[in-house]
């Protein structure tokens, strides 16, 4: 198995920019997790989809922030327009089912100037 | 809302000490799953306690869940160098899936 699949792993943008991270589930994987991860506040939940429907979104920090997942393999989690204070580590996760144990991917480390 | 706190934030031991992470709910939970991270990567799963006085063994690593259902604790005995890392707890409170993580505990171990 592939694992969960983010890209890219890092990126470096200016303020003001549009941010798109990607993440792909594994395959048969029903549930799909969006995580941001500072030192300062920790791991949080941003927003997560089942079976491509969100059902949280109670995370997410503001309006600049969307995510989307048109299908089973692939989600975006967009920033626009960025900010300095959204540097951080974004994580997506999967589950087979919700509720279940999920699986990390490597993480894309955003930093924004 | 729900809130998973846990401590220590942070154990320094000698390599061969034990450690032991708490975390504590204060609401009843579904069950608690048990992630792992080490420096620079990402969080492991390590395992899901279910019942209610749950105990599970991994080689050196034990895994509790209270009676009530509102706590947690995660001991390794005789820690080693490859224990380095953050260890999470994340309460699942029966909500479609979403995890509510603790702020972990960073475990270093001095050889």
């Known amino acids: 198995d592939a694992g969960v699949i983010q890209s890219p792993r890092h990126e470096v943008t200016e303020m003001g920019q549009e941010v798109t991270l990607r993440c792909k589930p594994i395959s048969g994987h029903n549930s799909l997790f969006w995580y941001r991860q500072t030192m300062m506040r920790g791991l949080e939940l941003l927003i997560y989809?089942?079976?491509?429907?969100?059902?949280?979104d109670s995370g997410m920090p503001e309006d600049r922030f969307s995510a989307k997942m048109p299908n089973a393999s692939f989600s975006t989690l967009k920033i626009q327009p960025s900010e300095p204070r959204d540097s951080a580590v974004y994580f997506c996760?999967?589950?087979?089912?919700?509720?279940?144990?999920?699986?990390f991917g490597p993480g894309t480390r955003l930093t924004v100037t | 809302g729900q809130q998973v706190m846990q401590i220590p934030q942070y154990q320094h031991v000698q390599e061969g000490e034990d450690f032991t992470t708490y975390c504590n709910s204060s609401t009843t939970l579904s069950n608690i799953q048990w992630y792992k991270q080490r420096p620079g990567g990402h969080p492991v799963f390590l395992i899901q306690l279910v019942k209610s006085g749950e105990v599970k063994k991994q080689k050196r690593l034990t895994f509790q869940f209270g009676e009530a259902k509102k706590n947690s604790s995660l001991h390794i005995t005789a820690t080693q160098t490859t224990d380095v890392g953050t260890y999470f707890c994340a309460g699942n409170y029966n909500q479609g899936g979403k995890l509510i993580f603790g702020q972990g505990t960073e475990l270093s171990v001095k050889p």
């Open positions: 989809f089942n079976n491509n429907v969100p059902i949280d």
């Open positions: 996760a999967s589950s087979l089912e919700g509720g279940w144990e999920q699986y």
